[in-house]
T-cell receptor, first 115, second 109 residues
Framework: ETGVTQTPRHLVMGMTNKKSLKCEQHLGHNAMYWYKQSAKKPLELMFV???????ENNSVPSRFSPECPNSSHLFLHLHTLQPEDSALYLCASSQDPGGSQETQYFGPGTRLLVL | GQNIDQPTEMTATEGAIVQINCTYQ??????LFWYQQHAGEAPTFLSY????GLEEKGRFSSFLSRSKGYSYLLLKELQMKDSASYLC??????????FGAGTTVTVRA
């Protein structure tokens, strides 16, 4: 059973819509991550938050806007997306970035379709 | 940039052994991870290697050679439930993971 939950699990939106993805981790971790997973492509790291501070923005377009109000919650706000943004968006968390056996734990993802 | 290669697909018979290879060229190295991902589900952690050699966990084993930039995941006594995508990932700094595209393993009866 995963300690990382994501809602919604599926989302269909038009290019002019605004929606938000939510992630919550119940593991007491200090870092949270957003990844994009497109078909047959490697997971792409989008954002990293460590102790609520953004420590990584991997050249993500501004139509994706992350928010991390506390160490347990992470949001990804979406606006004016493009069809090529359709993908599985995965959230992950980890205990101690930089730790020797630091492991990231993933949520089930939100399957996004942009029409 | 980071370059992590693994085969796209593999097929094997129930009860058999399958070895999934992963080669990497990264700017740094701070450990290699294997994850399993069933269709529509979260990737789940399988193994971690940071030193050369073999790590065994039940039916699954993972091997690392840092000098060769090479790892493999060995799945023994294959079961139908092992049909999934297997992701190789390299940590090249404190926390950043770079992933391969994944290997889809299909187990046939």
């Amino acid at each position: 059973e995963t300690g990382v939950t994501q809602t919604p699990r599926h989302l269909v939106m038009g290019m002019t819509n605004k929606k938000s993805l939510k992630c919550e981790q119940h593991l007491g971790h200090n870092a949270m991550y957003w990844y994009k997973q497109s078909a047959k492509k490697p997971l792409e790291l989008m954002f990293v938050y460590n102790f609520k501070e953004q420590t990584e923005n991997n050249s993500v377009p501004s139509r994706f806007s992350p928010e991390c109000p506390n160490s347990s919650h992470l949001f990804l706000h979406l606006h004016t997306l493009q069809p090529e943004d359709s993908a599985l968006y995965l959230c992950a968390s980890s205990q101690d970035p930089g730790g020797s056996q630091e492991t990231q734990y993933f949520g089930p993802g939100t399957r996004l379709l942009v029409l | 940039g980071q370059n992590i290669d693994q085969p796209t697909e593999m097929t094997a018979t129930e009860g058999a052994i399958v070895q999934i290879n992963c080669t990497y060229q990264t700017s740094g190295f701070n450990g290699l991870f294997w994850y399993q991902q069933h269709a529509g589900e979260a990737p789940t952690f399988l193994s971690y290697n940071v030193l050369d050699g073999l790590e065994e966990k039940g039916r699954f084993s993972s091997f690392l050679s840092r000098s060769k930039g090479y790892s493999y995941l060995l799945l023994k006594e294959l079961q139908m439930k092992d049909s999934a995508s297997y992701l190789c990932a390299v940590r090249d700094g404190d926390y950043k993971l770079s992933f391969g595209a994944g290997t889809t393993v299909t187990v046939r009866a």
